[in-house]
């Protein structure tokens, strides 16, 4: 079935460093995604979203990428931080319905 | 606190025990959801709802599992005869309309 997925199961990095979390889906009719952070024993934290007229959105520190030519989402954190050590996970919401479709998530490590 | 808040945290339960738990979304969001967590996965559909009415419902919702949400504010989640395998995170999540959904930080149920 039509899924949403990470290339990475974990990713470490330098503190200081730029990380680039990627994920590809495969539904055409999502039009919007988010990506979520999730720190151990608790629920995801919303970090940014983009829908799919957009092919950039910046928050502070995170960047999303989409490009939907080739169904691919990016995050982008600079100057990761030991506080950004979490699982983060893309999420998206197929046109018309709330639910939303998970990734299986990607660790972010951040050495010191 | 103005977030969305789930009890009990923790929940051990026997095999062919009922559970129910119950969430409080964010004062005036009129959608919530429920989803499973298993562990190393990002969360799954179960249901939502808008104001009182229940509109999507998972393929993952069993006839053991039941949700409501009466007065259209707090919502509990109910599984019957509890099996094993039902042993998971079970999030909740609140918007407004067209908006992020924000999670609660979860119920985690053990089935001995």
């Known amino acids: 079935g039509e899924s949403v997925g990470l290339h990475l199961p974990t990713l470490s990095v330098q503190e200081g460093d730029n990380s680039i979390i990627n994920c590809a889906y495969s539904n055409s009719a999502s039009d919007y995604f988010i990506w979520y952070k999730q720190e151990s024993g608790k629920g995801p934290q919303f970090i940014i979203d983009i829908r799919s007229n957009m092919d950039k959105r910046q928050g502070q520190r995170v960047t999303v990428l989409l490009n939907k030519t080739v169904k691919h989402l990016s995050l982008q954190i600079a100057a990761t931080q030991p506080g950004d050590s979490a699982v983060y996970f893309c999420?998206?919401?197929?046109?018309?319905?709330?639910?939303?479709?998970f990734g299986s998530g990607t660790r972010l490590q951040v050495q010191p | 606190d103005t977030g969305v808040s789930q009890d009990p945290r923790h929940k051990i339960t026997k095999r062919g025990q009922n559970v129910t738990f119950r969430c409080d979304p964010i004062?005036?969001?009129?959608?919530l959801y429920w989803y499973r967590q298993t562990l190393g996965q990002g969360p799954e559909f179960l249901t939502y709802?808008?104001?009182?009415?229940?509109?999507?419902k998972s393929r993952l919702l069993s006839d053991r599992f039941s949700a409501e949400r009466p007065k259209g504010s707090f919502s509990t989640l109910e599984i019957q005869r509890t099996e094993q395998g039902d042993s998971a995170m079970y999030l909740c999540?609140?918007?407004?309309?067209?908006?992020?959904?924000?999670f609660g930080p979860g119920t985690r149920l053990t089935v001995l």
């Open positions: 999420a998206e919401e197929h046109t018309g319905r709330r639910a939303l479709t």
């Open positions: 709802f808008q104001n009182e009415a229940q509109l999507e």
């Open positions: 004062s005036e969001h009129n959608r």
């Open positions: 999540a609140s918007s407004n309309l067209e908006d992020e959904q924000f």
